[in-house]
């Protein structure tokens, strides 16, 4: 349902929805109640604009337990769902390959959840030129300011009745828990843009400011059974994960006669999950392009609508994925099945962490070479990309040598990975009449990527990272990170095959040949990119 209206300089869009949706099991569902407000409104003579924007939302969830698929799966078909000596009661699935009763699970447990969105921007935009000249120019300066707040708030409740089979088998006279977390993303942005053009000379020019703020309030409350005795107790009942992130930036765009187009842009980030001496990084980039169709050797090739050779050079910084503190020495809570026993008492300990104080940005640089055409008044056009990138400074988990730090191994800045490759694209329109057109597109694209380094020394034997675990076992990995390789390679076991061709069951070649077939028998084979 929404509402809109307004006049020349302001208007307004008010909206509201209602939603209602039930999972593919027999419990799961989720009801949301939303709404939007959107106004704006230009002062007199465009000095000043407005405008905001809200947006709160609630939703009642009912939580899924995908595990009750899993456990059907695994279940004896011929096992009853309710219990033959006493009809009122489910089946007690215990001694089974299925850990439970897939239906009780669903009929009998109650995971409920209740989440409150809010999102809200404000922005005010200020035309300085009327303020600086008394006449018309073809000079425009804007500086424009806005403020954004994401809010969510999650509840969670969890209860298991005292006749589930799940709470007799585990000695419990009824379980419940439940959670609370809040988290708040806050952000500001000063944007001011110059423009000015003189003869054949059109240049523009931008600077900027942000800043933004995640943090989180998380609230772990004990687990009790319904006669209120304690089942386990949460190491860290509060929790207050935050991070900033702040920027500087700025642009500039030069056009000489719209054939010699220049672009320079540099910004500055300084992230809080680094130390004060990691903490900045300097990002610059750099574009240029050439239309070589408003040269005079082309200019009158009637066919050719545009061609524009262009070349570029940038830098970006990564900091996403690096946790909020390892920069920092801090001693952390252990879990409650890691304590330590003083008496009748067990308590938990406090343990150091491992740290590196030089972590810092990830850094990768691109090259770029490109073409873009346009040709017969636009019916064939497209693009030619050609591009290396190189990323320095990846974070790898490495070995530390014995009393070097609080952990056998670190995560620190070590890795390099080169990537290249080409995309092309072609769009064409064979047939253009009054009453049909016939586009046609076309696109292909390649790209190699190989790990150059992953230790900070090179280490003997050094097979690279596991990744890509899959079930079967905890640490079951089937990729590698290695260097020579694209990330990612798969790296598993050679099948056997009989005299037909056909697989052997649990035989796999002996690489190492020492009869034995372990880790040292696998080897690195497809890449997982696409070619």
């Known amino acids: 349902l929404s509402l809109s209206g307004g006049s020349a300089r302001s208007n307004y869009r008010v909206s509201a929805d209602y939603r209602s949706a039930n999972g593919i099991d027999l419990y799961s569902g989720r009801e949301e109640y939303g709404a939007r407000v959107a106004l704006n409104?230009?002062?007199?003579?465009?000095?000043?604009?407005?405008?905001?924007?809200?947006?709160p939302r609630i939703a009642y969830r009912k939580n899924a337990s995908w595990d009750v698929f899993r456990n059907a799966v695994e279940a004896n078909p011929t096992t009853p769902i309710m219990d033959p000596k006493d009809p009122s009661l489910y089946y007690n699935f215990k001694g089974q390959a299925a850990g439970y009763n897939p239906l009780e699970l669903l009929k009998k447990d109650k995971s409920t959840g209740t989440t409150k969105l809010l999102d809200w921007d404000g922005t005010v935009k200020l035309n300085l030129l009327p303020l600086l000249l008394n006449k018309e120019d073809r000079q425009t300066l804007t500086t424009q300011l806005t403020?954004?707040?994401?809010?969510?708030?999650?509840?969670?409740?969890?209860?298991?009745?005292?006749?589930?089979?799940?709470?007799?088998?585990a000695g419990r006279e009824g379980e419940a828990s439940q959670d609370y977390s809040k988290s708040a993303i806050r952000t500001l942005e000063w944007v001011t843009n110059y423009a000015n053009s003189f003869g054949n000379h059109n240049f523009k020019v931008m600077a900027g400011y942000s800043y933004q703020d995640w943090k989180t309030f998380v609230h772990n409350t004990p687990d009790y059974t319904y006669d209120k005795t304690l089942v386990s107790t949460p190491v860290y009942e509060y929790d207050y994960p935050q991070n900033t992130l702040v920027s500087f930036y700025g642009r500039l765009n030069y056009s000489l006669m719209d054939r010699y187009l220049f672009t320079a842009t540099v910004r500055a980030d300084g992230s809080s999950r680094f130390s004060k001496e990691n903490r900045w990084g300097i990002f610059p980039a750099l574009?240029?392009?050439?239309?070589?169709?408003?040269?005079?050797?082309l200019k009158n090739v009637s066919w050719i609508d545009d061609l524009k050779l262009r070349l570029g050079y940038g830098v970006t910084g990564q900091q996403d994925g690096i946790g909020n503190y390892t920069y920092l020495p801090f001693y952390s809570l252990s879990t409650n099945t890691a304590t330590y026993q003083f008496g009748d008492q067990y308590h938990n300990m406090l343990r150091p962490a491992a740290y590196d104080a030089n972590i810092h940005w990830e850094q990768t640089a691109t090259y770029n070479v490109g073409l873009d055409?346009?040709?017969?008044?636009?019916?064939l056009s497209g693009t030619l990309d050609f591009y290396q990138k190189k990323t320095?400074?990846?974070?790898?988990?490495?070995?530390?040598?014995?009393?070097?730090n609080f952990s056998n191994r670190i995560l620190t800045n070590v890795g390099n990975i080169s990537s290249k490759g080409f995309e092309f694209s072609i769009n064409a329109t064979p047939v253009q009449t009054k009453r049909l057109t016939w586009?046609?597109?076309?696109?292909?694209?390649?790209?190699?990527?190989r790990i150059t380094k992953l230790n900070a020394v090179e280490v003997p034997g050094y097979q690279g990272v596991p990744t890509g675990g899959v079930t079967g076992g905890t640490g079951t990995n089937v990729q590698i990170h290695s260097v020579g390789y694209a990330p990612g390679t798969f790296f598993v076991y050679e099948q056997k095959y009989d005299a037909n061709g056909k697989p052997l069951e649990g035989q796999f070649v002996d690489r190492h040949e020492d009869g034995v077939i372990n880790e040292l028998d696998k080897y690195r084979t497809h890449n997982p990119e696409p070619k």
């Open 392 to 404: 320095s400074d990846l974070l790898n988990e490495i070995p530390t040598p014995a009393g070097a």
């Open 439 to 449: 586009d046609v597109s076309y696109n292909i694209s390649s790209n190699s990527t």
């Open 41 to 55: 409104h230009t002062a007199k003579g465009g000095l000043i604009t407005f405008s905001l924007n809200v947006a």
């Open 147 to 169: 403020f954004a707040d994401h809010q969510y708030d999650n509840y969670n409740q969890w209860f298991r009745p005292s006749t589930s089979t799940l709470a007799i088998n």
């Open 373 to 379: 055409y346009s040709f017969i008044k636009g019916r």
């Open 287 to 297: 574009a240029l392009a050439w239309r070589m169709n408003q040269e005079n050797f």
